[in-house]
């Protein structure tokens, strides 16, 4: 069955474009991997810093003020409800003297993931405590005038940008059976218009060898063939003369 070329010649076909269209998938979902952190890394990244210069403001107004020490009046909650994100604070310092540190979820980590103490944003993937999902995390520094006192850190679930390349995949998924099948349809249809032609050549050879040269040869087979067609009914015409 494989060794026709009825067969083959579709399957080199499929093969070919089935191997092309997996190495242009895996092209495809690798950059849009990187473009998907990379949107995710911004977006934590403009939260963060947003939200950083609305605590540092509330810490600059409540440090120093003898009338009004409270913390501000805006939630963590009601920001993490905004942004769809959550929030963090790294640091060693109440921003709040007395009112604790405004609802914020106090994160702990090594220094070599966040230093609060260099008043430079930083991004990195952590697990936060008591879940089994890595978010991808954005840190920016809270000042009161020039000196970092803490981090603010806006993260979202890592799997939340994974959803995203999977939707990717699923699509291209659906959109490679289509064209596989289709190609699949169109390579037999072309197998079929270039191998018949070269069977009954085939068919025309072995009447001649057997010494009947009044075969009938294919017409209108294209190009090449119909050309090697026309020689060979010639060839078969004068042998048997």
Do not use: C
């Not at 879940?131 to 939340?160: E, F, H, M, N, S």
């Amino acid at each position: 069955m494989f060794g026709s070329l009825r067969v083959r010649l579709p399957l080199v076909f499929v093969g070919g474009i089935l191997l092309a269209g997996v190495l242009t998938a895996v092209v495809s979902i690798r950059l849009f991997q990187q473009f998907a952190h990379d949107q995710a890394i911004s977006k934590l990244t403009n939260e963060a810093s947003g939200l950083a210069q609305i605590y540092t403001t509330a810490v600059n107004g409540g440090y120093g003020n003898k009338f009004n020490r409270s913390a501000p009046q805006f939630a963590a909650k009601s920001l993490e409800t905004a942004t769809g994100d959550k929030i963090f604070f790294v640091g060693p310092k109440q921003l709040f003297p007395g009112q604790g540190i405004s609802g914020l979820r106090e994160l702990k980590l090594p220094r070599n993931k966040v230093d609060w103490t260099s008043g430079k944003s930083a991004s990195f993937t952590f697990t936060p405590p008591g879940t089994d999902r890595t978010y991808y995390a954005v840190a920016d520094p809270i000042l009161i005038g020039k000196t970092p006192v803490a981090d603010l850190v806006v993260a979202t679930p890592q799997t939340d940008v994974s959803h995203r390349v999977w939707d990717l995949i699923r699509r291209l998924l659906v959109a490679g059976v289509i064209g596989i099948v289709i190609a699949g349809l169109a390579a037999w249809m072309l197998s079929l218009k270039l191998v018949r032609p070269l069977l009954q050549l085939s068919r025309a050879a072995d009447e001649v060898a057997s010494g009947n040269y009044g075969v009938a040869v294919p017409a209108g087979a294209p190009g090449e063939l119909g050309h090697l067609s026309t020689r060979f009914g010639e060839m078969a015409t004068r042998l048997g003369e």
